[in-house]
């Protein structure tokens, strides 16, 4: 976007962490967010006053229990950290990448050498009511109605009003939104129900292998084919669950790193940020790519590297649609093919390029101001080589992609990371 | 803190513009933004197009409204602004300078050329249970009943129920935060109420030249004195009233202005940042300064400027007390002296440093989630000459101080920025 040649620093992901995503209706925000800092100081091997900066990303706490301000502050206050730049950002389902992106930001551009990215969601409160409020919340609030109307006639009839995965007889609205989305690609394309039912078995089997995963049961496609309708085709089985948690990444810059190296301190290994783009959406002309795929192809641009480079990738399964048709906006198969990418078997692990090897969004969980930085857990685990069962050997490039929020037809925030060791 | 020296380059406020703060129940968020982006961009002589980025600043819409996400991509998509990176950001009332703080950042680290900073928020609504709790959800909401009653402790008595500016027999839990500040000024210091009036009275004639504020009626000390008492020593006149309106700022990188001056377009004069700090709370041992006083000496310390330098500023007068206090931890006298500064006349229209020529929270208005910004707009009009009966003659100096939340004892986030002409 800028008009010199890049004077960027280079940034590393030092540490991370995360708490098991999941219902902890008995463990407060606070008690989350430190588990979650506490795990990455560990691993980066740096205690608390190396902070120089936080960046917080969270999406409805004020919502859910009247939190509405200073959310970052209460809880590092809390945990011993303050005194320092904190910043609280928030783009709905994207609000982790988000802080991340403003990390990235403060290392690259020189302005801090070691900075916290924390990504926090308690979503699951005794009374559901507030819970899909906070889903409502992350669309135009004043044309809440007609969307539902624009939506159900788009389906030709309305959808179905069935019980979520998450059980109280509602679904949040962006159900509707991807199910309209995956009956115009089964449409255009061909593809069926059973291909979104492969990716939800796929990653239902990579979240066995996750001990963090908030579902940790393998299904089989019958399974999740057989699961109750929540909207046309969309399965309980096949969309992401409320759940609750916080992820935490250290990013440091290239001084941080020699100066320590200096001081022949013990550290882990550095993991490259290579790209990180943020982009929001907009009203495209016929032919013109998505907001996805042009997000992606400017984070490929920065980082010099293509999607046949990818080794492995998290991205947005908030459904299991939505993830095939990511395949396709992420370059990694030609628009259409997502479901020959699917029969082909690559995405599993095992295959060419496992994607949600952490079991995604539908079985790690989708505590949404959590989801884009514990995709970086994942990634940094597997760059590392520590990813135990779920490891994909010899990765050394990686791609993490997160969603947020709607407004009109196209997502409101979409984030790309690109990460190589 | 970073680690080499500061490659970063210089970025300059472009544009400004706001709406005039007040209630604005007839008028949606939407309208209010799009009005001082408009603002802004013709002030800057731009299009919307030039926008590469924006950061939007909001404290508590998500508990009014329920549109507690994507906020800035709800408001700018509806104005034709879209596809770029769009970061909403939070820190209480601190949350438009915040922004500005990430537009600096943006352009000053290299990554956009063309940003918008824009804040924004509606306080006004017909049900007030939604306003206090708004407010109260930028205080630790665990504690907020602990925090009453420490409050209450340190006044000796409980503070007394009383309306405040706003009617409805509530009142802010920091109207008591700033009720017990200012009774220990007095102890300490022998600060007297007719100080504070003072300032309230001052404020409310700068607020009476400016056609943006909400209230245009100069006050004297003895109407100040005799209005309705909203927490002892607060009168309903020292405090700065509930209120809805949007500002926002255009920040460009020197390239830019290189880049317009080649295409020989007519352009406004450019006002230098000449420094963007943020900071937050912390426990601090005795002897060290308050977190205020910090964020400032980094800011002069940036800038290479000192609080003699300033020729005009704006302040965060939530109430009037907390303006006397801000004289001291600005620098602009020495502790415990800020009484003699209100005596002197220094800070009023005509004297040596003119304070809150716009009216200041108090007069002008405080939708928080705008104010960080529309200090901005009043100290760009006064470096470029055009601030009318508010001129202050020569000003080529100003400073901005803006604070959001509280944790603990302290401000949750403190934002001081310099200008210069």
Redo the contacts between chains.
């Keep these: 976007?800028?008009?010199?040649d890049?004077?960027?620093r280079q940034a590393y992901v030092l540490g991370v962490g995360m708490t098991r995503f999941g219902k902890h209706l008995d463990r407060?925000m606070?008690a989350l967010a430190a588990e979650a800092i506490d795990l990455a100081l560990a691993d980066a091997a740096l205690g608390r006053d190396a902070l120089?900066?936080a960046y917080v990303g969270n999406?409805?706490q004020?919502?859910i229990?009247?939190?509405?301000?200073?959310?970052g502050?209460?809880v590092l206050?809390?945990h011993g950290i303050?005194?320092?730049?904190?910043?609280?950002?928030?783009?709905?389902c994207a609000s982790a990448s988000?802080a991340l992106?403003?990390a990235w930001?403060?290392v690259?551009?020189?302005?801090?050498?070691c900075v916290l990215a924390l990504g926090m969601e308690k979503l699951f409160h005794p009374d559901k009511r507030k819970v899909f409020?906070?889903f409502?919340?992350?669309?135009?609030?004043?044309i809440l109605e007609a969307f539902r109307q624009m939506l159900a006639r788009g389906a030709g009839e309305p959808a179905p009003a069935t019980a979520d995965g998450n059980g109280g007889g509602q679904r949040s609205l962006f159900m509707d939104v991807y199910a309209a989305a995956a009956r115009h690609h089964m449409e255009a394309y061909g593809t069926r129900r059973e291909h979104f039912a492969a990716i939800a078995a796929k990653n239902s089997w990579h979240g066995s292998l996750n001990p963090r995963a908030q579902y940790q049961q393998a299904r089989t496609v019958e399974e999740v084919l057989a699961s109750p309708v929540v909207a046309d085709p969309l399965t309980r089985l096949m969309c992401s669950p409320i759940g609750d948690g916080a992820a935490a990444a250290v990013v440091v810059?290239p001084?941080?790193l020699v100066?320590r190296s200096r001081r022949a301190e013990a550290a882990p290994r550095p993991v490259r940020i290579a790209a990180s783009v943020?982009?929001?959406?907009?009203?495209?002309g016929a032919g013109e790519s998505g907001?996805v795929a042009?997000v992606a192809r400017r984070a490929y641009e920065a980082a010099g590297i293509g999607p046949a480079d990818v080794d492995v990738a998290e991205v947005h399964d908030a459904t299991a649609p939505a993830e095939l048709m990511l395949y396709e906006d992420l370059g990694f198969c030609a628009e259409g093919d997502g479901k020959r990418l699917v029969e082909s078997g690559a995405t599993r692990l095992g295959g060419r390029r496992p994607v949600n090897t952490s079991g995604g969004l539908i079985a790690k969980g989708h505590p949404v101001g959590a989801t884009g930085i514990a995709q970086i857990v994942e990634l940094v685990d597997q760059l590392r080589g520590r990813a135990g069962k779920r490891q994909v050997e010899g990765a050394r490039v990686a791609l993490a992609q997160n969603a947020?929020?709607?407004?009109?037809a196209e997502p409101?925030?979409i984030a790309v990371h690109l990460l190589t060791i």
């Design positions: 976007m800028r008009m010199e890049s004077t960027l407060s606070k120089e900066a999406a409805v004020g919502l229990t009247g939190q509405e301000c200073v959310r502050q209460v206050r809390e303050g005194g320092i730049p904190i910043v609280n950002v928030e783009n709905a988000t992106h403003l930001r403060a690259a551009g020189g302005f801090e050498d409020a906070a409502s919340g992350a669309i135009d609030v004043e810059s001084d941080f100066a943020l982009g929001s959406g907009w009203d495209r907001v042009e947020g929020g709607a407004v009109r409101a925030a």
